[in-house]
């Protein structure tokens, strides 16, 4: 158990970038069911990407090509960087770091 702190978020225009940020209270080293998931308004919670311990990735088809997922063991830490984002991405972002979750980031993608 531990806490996740995520950061990042905000608004950005239709096409733009954001990167978002989170840190667990523990070390990650070992941890392979780290990720990325978002909520929009009245859906359900998806997994947006994930990275194992070896650095293997896992994305959901809408952010392949678009996102990036890293993970820094030495500092906890979990990012994933968006690009060429679109409406489409407005949502809740959680950091998920073993079953711990994150309060969650507001991204807004507006003109």
């Known amino acids: 158990q531990g806490q996740v702190v995520e950061s990042g978020g905000g608004l950005v225009q239709p096409g733009g970038s954001l990167e978002l940020s989170c840190t667990f209270s523990g070390s990650i080293f070992r941890l392979n069911n780290v990720g990325w998931y978002r909520q929009a308004p009245g859906l359900q919670r998806e997994m947006v990407a994930t990275?194992?311990?070896?650095?293997?990735?896992n994305y959901a088809d809408f952010a392949k090509g678009r996102f990036t997922v890293s993970r820094d063991n030495s500092k906890s830490t979990i990012s994933i960087q968006m690009n060429s984002l679109t409406p489409e991405d407005t949502a809740v972002y959680y950091c998920k770091i073993s079953n711990n979750w994150g309060q969650g980031t507001q991204v807004t993608v507006s003109a």
């Open positions: 990275i194992d311990n070896g650095g293997r990735t």
